[in-house]
């Protein structure tokens, strides 16, 4: 099984990146896919999820700015991040659950400069 994130960068506040999390190794379609965050010093939260039928939620921190999307025939998920502020730097993982199975990928860091 294998979670691969990418897309992170340095970006200017304002900016806008796109993260992807290609999938393999899984029964993709059946997952409930998450995106994580964890800034230094700081506890890992949720940013946005997307459950196998597609319902979506958001952290409130970043509700209206980043869109979670699933695309189930290329085993991909994504993170549309507009709007960015400095508070959003931190390492992005993307997370799979499926009932006792979950697994992370590694992580791609988003730098938002002031």
């Known amino acids: 099984v294998q979670l691969q994130a990418s897309g992170g960068g340095l970006v200017q506040a304002g900016g806008s ?4 999390c290609a999938a393999s190794g899984i029964s993709f379609r059946f ?6 965050r964890q800034a230094p010093g ?12 597609a319902r979506t939620n958001y952290a409130d ?17 994504y993170l549309s991040m507009n709007g960015l502020k400095s ?6 993982y993307c997370n799979a659950v ?4 979950e697994y ?4 791609t860091q ?5």
């Open 31 to 36: 997952y409930r896919m998450t995106w994580y």
């Open 61 to 77: 921190s970043v509700k209206d700015r980043f869109t979670i999307s699933r695309d189930n025939a290329k085993k991909m998920v």
């Open 98 to 101: 499926l009932e006792s199975r």
């Open 104 to 107: 992370w990928g590694q992580g």
């Open 87 to 92: 508070e959003d730097t931190a390492v992005y």
């Open 42 to 53: 700081k506890q890992r939260e949720l940013v946005a999820r997307i459950s196998a039928d």
């Open 110 to 114: 988003v730098t938002v400069s002031s």
């Open 17 to 20: 990146l796109k993260l992807s």
